[in-house]
């Protein structure tokens, strides 16, 4: 029997130091995310990052957290809520750090009598600090305790035509009367050392101005490329002309070089280059949470204004829309039938 496990990033228990700091300590400790020996990355993490971040985090997170949770948890439920109603195999949902766990996701999948399972990581694009780090844990619990299942990966759906579509259409909607000067795409960064990792042809990624738009197979896990293909496809829907869009990458720890240019930096240099009236889009995330509703809608809105800027519009990822939800379930409904004709 088949069924799907949605699998989102997770979030602490509450915004507290005492809750943040085990889910730092599992998010940081993952090898996947600082991809460092096991000693080094302990005394990093927990001889350093862990004695003051958790403050710091709690602090954040009481921002922007709402009466009934996490906003990524919540939203991530509700999104959950209105697939399972629209496909007619089991759904469940998981988180890769904390609760609900992915051992949950899958033992819930498994008491209904699941052994097909399709495992769908909730990012548009291909990371190994989100998406592999899911697929190895899975495997891991897989093996471990649930032998007899088989997982199908819904891979990075960064240039599908549908999930495009939805990001133009939710961006053309929130920008309808507000007359931008700049639209700029945000995304997630991640250290330059992980995308030279994950190139599959050991030679393609460089991290200059051509590699990612120079066909190659490494792409297939470029999350540099993704981005840039994501911005592409969407600028073109929506024919905003050149100039009047950049991408960016925000959320960068101290220590490492990350993927540039940083959306901080970058945001803070718009008003002085005539950009008064910002709007900002973030397509890494499909779910808002801490990097869109406190570091864009409050920090970033912050710090533009303070460099002379006058308007700012974050605009909110895809979350439960209609729409989005939509080409989530026609998804699982294709995988569905095509499992059937193979059958
Ligand atoms: C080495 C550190 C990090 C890497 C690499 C990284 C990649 C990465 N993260 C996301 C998605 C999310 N990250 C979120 C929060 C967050 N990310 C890091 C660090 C790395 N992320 C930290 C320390 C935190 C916690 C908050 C903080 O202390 O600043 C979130 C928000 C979670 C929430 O509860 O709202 C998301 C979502 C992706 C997609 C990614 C690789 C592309
Ligand atoms: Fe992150
Ligand atoms: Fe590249």
């Known amino acids: 029997m088949k069924g799907v496990l949605l699998v989102n990033l997770g979030s602490p228990e509450s915004p507290t130091a005492k809750d943040v700091k085990p889910y730092l300590d599992e998010f940081l400790m993952d090898k996947y995310v600082i991809d460092v020996p096991?000693?080094?990355?302990?005394?990093?993490?927990?001889?350093?990052?862990?004695?003051?971040?958790?403050?710091?985090?709690?602090?954040?997170?009481?921002?922007?957290?709402?009466?009934e949770g996490?906003?990524?948890?919540?939203?991530?439920?509700?999104?959950?809520?209105?697939v399972k109603q629209l496909v007619n195999v089991p759904v469940s949902l998981a988180m890769r750090y904390g609760n609900p766990s992915l051992l949950s996701g899958l033992q819930e999948l498994h008491d209904q009598g699941v052994n097909?399972?399709?495992?769908?990581?909730?990012?548009?694009?291909?990371?190994?600090?989100?998406?592999?780090?899911?697929?190895?844990?899975?495997?891991?619990?897989?093996?471990?305790?649930?032998?007899?299942m088989n997982f199908t990966i819904v891979p990075a759906f960064y240039n599908k035509p549908d999930y495009l579509q939805n990001l133009?259409?939710?961006?053309?909607?929130?920008?309808?009367?507000?007359?931008?000067?700049?639209?700029?795409?945000?995304?997630?960064?991640?250290?330059?050392?992980?995308?030279?990792k994950t190139d599959i042809t050991k030679s393609h990624c460089k991290i200059d101005g051509?590699?990612?738009?120079?066909?190659?197979?490494?792409?297939e896990f470029c999350y540099r490329h993704q981005c840039y293909e994501t911005t592409k496809q969407v600028v073109k829907l929506l024919g905003i002309p050149e100039g009047k869009y950049s991408q960016t990458f925000q959320s960068r720890l101290a220590g490492d070089k990350w993927l540039t240019p940083?959306?901080?930096?970058e945001v803070n240099k718009m008003p002085e280059k005539g950009i008064k009236k910002l709007a900002v889009v973030t397509p890494a995330f499909v779910s808002d949470c801490l990097e869109t509703l406190e570091e864009i809608a409050m920090e970033a809105n912050h710090e533009f204004k303070a460099h002379g800027g006058e308007e700012f519009l974050a605009i909110p990822c895809l979350n439960d829309s209609d729409a989005w939800c939509n080409t989530v379930s026609n998804w699982i409904t294709e995988w569905v039938a095509v499992e059937k004709t193979n059958a």
Request: with cysteine.
């Open 116 to 148: 097909e399972v399709l495992l769908f990581p909730l990012y548009p694009q291909h990371a190994m600090a989100s998406t592999t780090t899911i697929l190895e844990l899975a495997e891991e619990h897989r093996k471990k305790y649930f032998p007899e």
């Open 38 to 67: 096991f000693l080094l990355r302990a005394l990093l993490v927990r001889g350093i990052i862990l004695q003051t971040r958790p403050k710091k985090s709690a602090a954040a997170y009481a921002k922007i957290w709402w009466d």
């Open 262 to 265: 940083y959306t901080d930096v």
């Open 168 to 196: 133009a259409d939710s961006i053309k909607g929130h920008l309808k009367g507000y007359d931008y000067d700049h639209l700029l795409f945000s995304y997630h960064g991640i250290p330059e050392r992980h995308i030279r």
């Open 70 to 82: 996490s906003p990524l948890v919540v939203i991530s439920k509700r999104m959950h809520a209105k």
């Open 210 to 219: 051509s590699c990612c738009n120079t066909p190659s197979p490494a792409h």
